[in-house]
């Protein structure tokens, strides 16, 4: 190669002659060619090059930035357009993902923290199994304010707060700068001039929020806040924000000067009662058994053995109907206090049914009414069974409510649904679903015979007992007497349609105890004491016959033979004189 | 006790989250979770001038596409100016957002030059562009190691103490 270094004047001519001055011919040709040879190798030298040191990216970028930007700047609309799809879902979403995670927070502190002191509320409710802003409203106020906060407009400091009973809110502070800042991305999101935010809801609770410039007052309300506590927390931020402005304005932090707000805070602490609450025992009772079984712990290891039947005896879940309130050992036995329905079986029936020697317990039982549906339903199910209603009635008891069902007269189901009302615990007595029917209106002559008949079954298996040598009725019969003369009314009242006449004979018993005369007149007082019953209770009393019959000599009767039984005479009535008497009464 | 607004402000991706975090919390994550809105985080400080109540506003970073909200300044007490070393571009961002603050706050203003902890990539006379700003003091911090974090928080209880006093 060394020959080529030597330059030699004919060489360079050749050199010029063959390529040119400045190699010319060469880059003529390669010129002249340059795009397709090009074109055959750019996309792998391009992939060869960045796989060598990246350079080309670096080189590329710039350029495709400056490219894009003014492909941007030269086709605004048609970029707009495209975009505009996605930045407005996308929007959307960061503004949700803010308002979401503030008001998750703002929620947590309001809801879960508020009552820390009602935590009796908070165990009741969830024994109910009902939130417990449903559970305030049920129980005890259709409103309350919880929370009043007055917070520094600029700044979102909390100035002062004060709570009502039972309720604290955990961080007051935080919650004040969160409702603020809410307030601020709010104003700036919507480009509004002034605070736009007055209420802001959360499961249990309404924040009213009123702004004024330098103060802002919140009330924490749960329940159904009333329209007009909007307009008197403005009222009342109104006369703070007069009395404090030099306070307000020079604020530095320091909130000292604002310890003179508190009774203005004070009096927004409003509430309204719900009307005619009492508070029902039944809650009362189950806390009062958790405490019981709380303290039962707590002196449990004095004894083991004894801690072992008393275990057995509080490990037992009651039946309804029974609360026990305490259970403790006092000297060799059981202490044991309850509440117990008189509906409930006996304390004796259940612990003996469990294996607990009920000899062995001091008792002291306090009666009281159960709301419990099992306790409710056996009064409503005897409650239709004692008025021995002639078409069966069928219901149905959920939460409080009943729906009767079925073929009933008019007269009965009056009766019938104001007795059930006034059971404890039926809220509600639907009588929708029945078919009433007014005993003059039955038109259907069978129907009304089946009535009667029905109406003349019942009164032959109907008696009223008496106590021994007495002739004096029990508040049992007494009830029991009123159905009766319903009954007879009713048949009063189909007999002349069916054209038939009748009568009852109500006769007077005695057992065989004592002297025989006396028991004579003693049946026959009981009889004439019914009678005059029946007749106080709206029943003719030319349909009624009394007779004493005097001892029941058997032996297997003794029992049951205080009582006066009914018998009904029953006659076919015609427009000629009766030709035959049919006795529809039971033997005696 | 007093209360106090302390906000942190400046651009995007900056530490301003990891720094509350790591302040409130004790806490640093590698991982990004962009701000929207504004986040509040209470923290107690005490310095031998006494206790302090802080309410930190943590606003979501600034950048071309989202602008300043002035309005969150509001009765700040003071405000934390966060940049990031290894991000140039959050100088020259960081004096914009100083501008439109001062205008629309006198409340006292920290500089926090975070991420100490990685090179810097910003040259002398850039920063020195940013911190002959007035601020109230100039620190430089990291959110990962909580290099001077508690002690710029400190500080600035310390320094609104004595102001009231
Ligand atoms: N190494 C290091 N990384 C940090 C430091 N501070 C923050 N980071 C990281 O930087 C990224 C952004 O941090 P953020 O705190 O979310 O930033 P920001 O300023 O709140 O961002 P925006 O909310 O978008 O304004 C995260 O990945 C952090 O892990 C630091 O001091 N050192
Ligand atoms: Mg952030």
Partial sequence: MDDKKIEAPDITNVHSLLFGDNNEHITDAVRSEARSIVSDVISEAIHDRERKDQSLSQTIAPLMEDAIAKSIENNKASLISSLYPVVGGLVRKSVSVFFNSFLEKLNYLVEYSLTIKGLKWRIEAWREGIPFAQYMIKRSFVYRVEHVLLIHRPSGNLLMDVASEHSECADPALMSAMLTAIDDFVIDSFNAKDSILDTIKTQDLTLIIDSAPNAVLVAAVSGLPPSDLQQSITQRLEQIHAMFLNELVDYQGDNTPFHNVEPHLRSCLVSEATPSQQKKPVYGTLLASALAVLLIATFGYQSYSRQQQLDALTALTPPAGIHIEQAVWQGDSIALTLWRDPFSTSVEEWLTANGIPFEEIQLTETPYLSLSTEIVDAKIETLIAELMLTPKVSYQFDSGNLSLEGNLLAEEANTLASRLRSIPGVNQVDTNLLQLQAVNQIDDHQQRQWLFDSYLAKLAVANVDFAVESAELSPTMKGKLKNIAQSIIYLDKLAPDLNISFAVIIAGYSDSQGVSTQNQALSAARANHVKSQLVELGVRSELLHSVGIGEVPLAQVQDGSRKVLFSTMVMAQTATPPKAAVTKAKPL | ?165
């Fill in chain 2, 1 to 165: 006790m007093n209360t106090h607004k302390l906000c942190l402000i400046g651009p995007s991706a900056v530490g301003k989250t990891s720094l509350i975090r790591q302040f409130v919390e004790g806490i640093f994550s590698e991982k990004y979770l962009t701000s929207i809105g504004v986040k509040i985080d209470k923290k107690q400080v005490n310095t031998e001038l006494g206790g302090v109540l802080f309410l930190i506003w943590d606003i979501e970073g600034t950048d071309q596409f989202c602008g300043f909200n002035p309005r969150y300044l509001n009765g700040a007490s003071a405000y934390i100016v966060v940049v990031d070393q290894t991000q140039p571009s959050s100088i020259d961002d960081a004096i914009i957002i100083y501008q439109q603050a001062i205008a629309a706050s006198n409340a006292d203003v920290y500089l926090a030059i975070n991420k100490n902890d990685l090179t810097s990539q910003v040259s002398e006379q850039q920063l020195e562009s940013l911190t002959s700003l007035k601020f109230k003091r100039v620190i430089s911090t990291s959110a990962k190691t909580g290099e001077n974090v508690a002690n710029l928080f400190t500080e600035i209880a310390t320094s609104l103490l004595a102001k009231l006093s």
